[in-house]
């Protein structure tokens, strides 16, 4: 069985600084790990994924995330966050064993920019 | 090119009664997705539809919840007999493919709330 922890909840930053939300997972087979953002009201927008090849991979705006099988993680980083980024981010995790889109996710991290 | 809709967005119910989601996945795709998320939690796998199929229900209560996607029209998750744990907002996903990795487009939710 798969599980993710995403290890805050909570993540407050002001503008301009920069961020890293954690996600660590846990699954005996090879996976595939995605981070969504969710913006109050709407449902979740894929920001980046990992599927194979690089283990760094990158989103249009400005999000970039590394897999690390050793240490099982898939944090989230971003060198400079604006408020727009103020959002709920989820992790989350599929492998060879599910059917493909029956994924796994993290409770969330709400990312807070301030002024 | 509409993405994928959901209705309604907000829906009331009272204890004992029926609730009735939709969700017209977006065109060309035949994969639909429904997810669970209660209030301070991630997404909960409920139910993996293709046309006129379900795959996967493993994540669906045995008791009180169905789901459908008929070969026209929206799929459909329905919930007989509401109680106040119902509440939550539900989500329904769809992809054109269930490939491994495939990137599921997200609506923006029915929140339930049983009074």
């Known amino acids: 069985a798969q599980s993710v922890t995403q290890l805050d909840s909570q993540v407050p930053v002001f503008e301009e600084a920069p961020v890293e939300l954690r996600c660590n997972y846990s699954?005996?087979?090879?996976?595939?790990l995605f981070w969504y953002v969710q913006y109050p009201n709407q449902g979740l927008q894929l920001l980046l994924k990992?599927?194979?090849?690089?283990?760094l991979v990158e989103s249009i705006n400005g999000f970039e995330a590394e897999f690390n099988k050793s240490q099982t993680s898939f944090h989230l980083r971003k060198p400079s966050v604006h408020i727009s980024d103020t959002a709920e981010y989820f992790c989350?995790?599929?492998?060879?064993?599910?059917?493909?889109?029956?994924?796994?996710f993290g409770d969330g991290t709400t990312l807070t920019v301030k002024p | 090119n509409a993405g994928v809709m959901q209705n309604p967005r907000h829906l009331v119910r009272r204890r004992g009664q029926e609730a009735r989601l939709r969700c017209s996945p977006m065109?060309?795709?035949?994969?639909v997705y429904w997810y669970r998320q209660l209030p301070e939690e991630g997404l909960k796998f409920m139910v993996y539809?293709?046309?006129?199929?379900?795959?996967?229900e493993s994540g669906m209560p045995k008791e009180r919840f169905s789901a459908e996607f008929p070969k026209e029209g929206p799929s459909i998750l329905r919930i007989q007999q509401v109680v106040r744990g119902d509440s939550a907002a539900y989500f329904c996903?769809?992809?054109?493919?269930?490939?491994?990795?495939?990137?599921?487009?997200f609506g923006p939710g029915t929140r339930l709330l049983v009074l």
């Open positions: 996903a769809s992809s054109p493919s269930s490939g491994i990795g495939e990137t599921q487009y």
């Open positions: 699954s005996s087979v090879s996976v595939y």
């Open positions: 990992y599927l194979s090849g690089s283990t």
């Open positions: 989350a995790v599929s492998d060879d064993n599910t059917n493909a889109g029956k994924s796994t």
């Open positions: 065109k060309g795709h035949s994969h």
């Open positions: 539809l293709q046309k006129e199929n379900i795959i996967d």
